[in-house]
């Protein structure tokens, strides 16, 4: 405990001394980097960057990466995208050692040990002495390259290793390999990889091909492959554990720089992104630097905050660089990437890049917003991207990695991000290949593809013939032969997406469409028991499961219980509040006294635990801010008549399971800047239950975080200039609104729509200790929803 106190008081004299006011200088990547994602890590990183080059120091572990509670270091790996991983360097001194040994002997292998005294992350920018061999590395990155700097001590025996085989989050198998040299300068290779994660059943198969420049000759070359060790060849061959060294001849305090760069396409791709993104630069590796924080200024830059702690901002600029840090471009600097069926592709215009990710499994509560109103600019790229999906391999993506179709999660809901993004008037792109592919996508069967991948939703079948998933009950179609693990949260995610999809036909005049799947999008009743009240497993002869409990608090710690609940990482209790389309009807069928005392009850247990059970236990909690399911939970009560309490529970969401130490950060799975977007819109008093997907997009107000929040709106796409908030005394006690004026105009209702914020203007909020009752509390201020439409 005292080793934990320490680090800390030393991590906090390092990062706040000397504060400043640039907001680049409020963005600290080591926030959160204990128990955390392989996708969030303390290293550079462009936006959506390619490469991610980050120090590692744990091996083959779930959340595996960096773990600050470790006081090594195994190397610096170039990727740490979803499922994917590669291409690890380290500088050392002394005896040649090709493997990174173990953590409770670190001396077994080139890790080496690290004081967090001397390690240093800022935007665009990580340092660390290796304490071993008194190597001080530094860190920069652009999209597709990385540029390190490694500080040396005077040796006989120094060297750089390169490693292609390492550990990660989803362990990967290195199948075929080669490294080679082609000067005292430079080497290139390859490595074909699989990783493969058998509770989801996903293989994802990839080659990176690099290219690795240094400033100084290498004195002498060596690879080794399985453990054998060869000096004399200039090139490699084979599988599983390849890897290559330069060895050099070092003065004390000599700098030797390296510039690498990656490719899914070729070798030849990985020297043309090399060339491109860093050839004019030089060796400056305070230019590439400097300029990886303007590009993140541009988008930092958006929105600016005023009043409120310094901790609070490092909050809210660290959880807005969160949002647009852990996805991945997958195509080069001229447009190529490989496909889903791995053939070559070039993109029409190579400036809108294809992405990858994890699920879009509910960034309608925070991705999606955020990059429609801060950044529209990159939402329409985005679904640019999902269209060259469908454009190439026939189906909409909704959870890709590396350019490949994975069934991941519930429903396919990379079709409200579509949809939201047209709604808010963000068009450039082809809306009739959109409608036509989310259309497809809600009408035809799930199934394998021949690439390897599987698309659609598996259910659909069942789920039009009964008007719900049955529990119990294997689709036709089922391509794993099994019963789907969560039937009843399918059942209420499907009908979101089918929501969207009447919403975006009603807006193009097809009326036809907007009725049928109107008419599905209330499915979500049909698993609705008006006994308990609560959503629940229903068979296919329409009875209900027997012996049937809210909240699973027997599960385990870790495990895979929720499986057989008839929920995906979930439980009843918290999916019956996952009707973001027809909330307003949702309050009619539960009671609002019932609603609201459910609800209030719940957040009260689970602040016990900051909204984030110990272990993952999905199924065990009430409000699970750390998952998915649960992150509207706070915004629920403006639906309810007592909107205070989505001031209260909001506010204390971003106390307590939000931190701002690398031991507290994100407590559950931020998972790819779905915490940092929910924590960055509910700082501004601002959040959409239903996505944006509506004909007439909507915010939700709640307490800010801040004084003033000036959102600079993209001229592009948006014409008002800026929308300022202004939330006069408030504070952490001060967190109810009194009162409201939208543009001068007196507000009484908790929500104001989409187009009156990007027209530009001011929401001016009044705030105080005590609630006020009567403010946006009857029944006709209550948001719109499905079932009541805002005349």
């Known amino acids: 405990m005292k080793k934990v106190i320490l680090l800390l008081f030393l991590y906090f004299s390092s990062s706040l001394w000397g504060q400043t006011k640039d907001i680049v200088d409020y963005v600290d990547p080591m926030i959160g980097n204990s128990d955390s994602r392989w996708m969030q890590f303390p290293g550079p990183a462009m936006p959506f960057g390619m490469v991610k080059l980050s120090p590692d120091n744990q091996g083959n572990v779930w959340r595996g990466g960096y773990e600050y509670k470790i006081d090594q270091i195994i190397g610096f790996s170039h990727i740490h995208s979803w499922t994917m991983g590669g291409l690890l360097t380290m500088p050392v001194t002394g005896s040649l050692k090709i493997t990174p040994g173990e953590e409770n002997d670190p001396d077994s292998g080139y890790r080496s040990r690290i004081k967090h005294e001397n390690e240093k992350a800022a935007l665009s920018y990580y340092s660390v002495l290796l304490d071993d061999y008194n190597i001080k590395a530094e860190l920069t990155s652009t999209t597709r390259t990385g540029f390190q700097r490694y500080t040396f001590p005077a040796s006989d025996s120094a060297r750089i290793l390169f490693d292609l085989e390492n550990g990660s989050e989803y362990p990967y198998e290195v199948r075929w390999a080669s490294i080679s040299k082609v000067s005292d300068y430079e080497i290139e290779g390859f490595s074909t990889q699989a990783s ?3 509770p989801t ?17 290498m004195k002498s070359f060596g690879t080794w492959v399985n453990g054998y060790v060869d000096t004399n060849s200039t090139i490699c061959w084979g599988r599983r554990d390849v890897g290559a060294f330069m060895n050099f001849d070092t003065r004390k305090d000599e700098v030797i720089q390296l510039k690498t760069a990656i490719s899914y396409v070729s ?34 830059g958006a929105i600016e905050v005023e009043g409120d702690t310094e901790e609070d901002k490092r909050k809210f600029y660290t959880n807005l660089y969160r949002s647009y840090c852990s996805r991945t471009i997958f195509s080069d600097v001229d447009g190529q990437y490989v496909d889903m069926y791995e053939q070559v592709q070039q993109l029409k215009d190579p400036a809108s890049p294809i992405y990858g990710c994890d699920a879009f499994w509910n960034t309608f509560w925070n991705l999606n917003q955020l990059w429609t109103l801060a950044t529209p600019d ?10 060259e999906y469908y454009r190439v391999g026939g189906w909409l993506p909704n959870g890709p990695p590396g350019v490949e179709y994975c069934d991941i999660m519930g429903a396919q809901h990379e079709i409200p991000l579509m949809v939201s993004t047209y709604q808010k008037g963000i068009r450039n792109y082809d809306i009739d290949k959109a409608y036509e592919a989310i259309k497809k996508t809600l009408t035809t069967q799930g199934t394998a593809l021949s690439s390897g991948g599987i698309v659609g939703n598996r259910h659909l079948d069942v789920y039009l013939k009964h008007g719900y998933v049955p529990y119990g009950e294997k689709s036709h179609h089922n391509v794993f032969g099994t019963t789907y693990e969560g039937p009843t949260s399918n059942t209420l995610e499907y009908a979101f997406d089918d929501w969207n999809m009447a919403q975006l036909a009603k807006t193009l005049g097809h009326e036809e469409d907007y009725e049928y799947f109107t008419k599905r999008a209330y499915s979500y009743k049909n698993v609705f028991d008006s006994e308990t009240k609560y959503v629940r497993p229903r068979y296919s002869d329409g009875t209900w499961m027997q012996n049937f409990q809210p909240v699973n608090k027997e599960e385990h710690s870790n495990s895979w219980s929720w499986l057989g609940s008839g929920f995906v990482e979930g439980n009843s209790w918290q999916y019956t509040w996952m009707v973001p389309h027809d909330m307003n009807e949702l309050v009619k069928m539960m009671g609002k006294e019932e609603f609201n005392r459910r609800l209030n009850e719940g957040f009260e247990m689970s602040s016990e635990y900051n909204f984030s059970p110990p272990g993952d ?3 065990a909690a009430y409000v699970n801010h750390g998952n998915q399911p649960c992150m509207q939970a706070a915004f629920l009560f403006n639906y309810s008549g007592k909107p205070w309490l989505t001031q209260y529970w909001a506010r204390e969401v971003m106390n307590k399971y939000y931190g701002s130490t690398p031991l507290h950060g994100w407590p559950g799975d931020e998972d790819q800047g779905q915490g940092g977007a929910w924590f960055v819109m509910a700082a501004m008093g601002l959040f959409e239950m239903d996505g ?15 004084e003033k929040v000036t959102i600079h709106l993209d001229s592009k796409y948006y014409k008002g200039g800026t929308f300022v908030i202004e939330a006069k005394g408030v504070s952490n006690e001060n967190r109810y609104i009194q009162s409201a004026k939208l543009n001068g105009k007196k507000l009484s209702k908790p929500w104001f729509y989409h187009s009156e914020l990007v027209n530009g203007g001011k929401l001016e909020l009044v705030m105080g200790k005590k609630p006020n009752h009567k403010w946006g509390s009857r029944p006709e201020d209550t948001p719109p929803s499905m079932s009541k439409v805002e005349k």
């Open 617 to 619: 236990r999905f199924s």
């Open 692 to 706: 944006g997907g509506s004909t007439k997009p909507f915010y939700e107000i709640s307490s800010p975080l801040f």
């Open 267 to 300: 070798i030849e791709q990985a020297r043309k992104n090399l060339e491109h993104e860093s050839a004019s630069f030089g060796w400056d590796f305070e230019g590439v630097r400097n300029y990886g924080v303007g590009e993140w200024r541009k988008i930092l």
């Open 378 to 387: 990159i939402a329409n790229k985005w679904v640019e991207s999902l269209l």
């Open 201 to 217: 059943n996903l293989l994802n198969d990839y080659t990176v091909y690099f290219v690795a420049r240094v400033d100084k000759p």
């Open 196 to 198: 493969y994660d058998e």
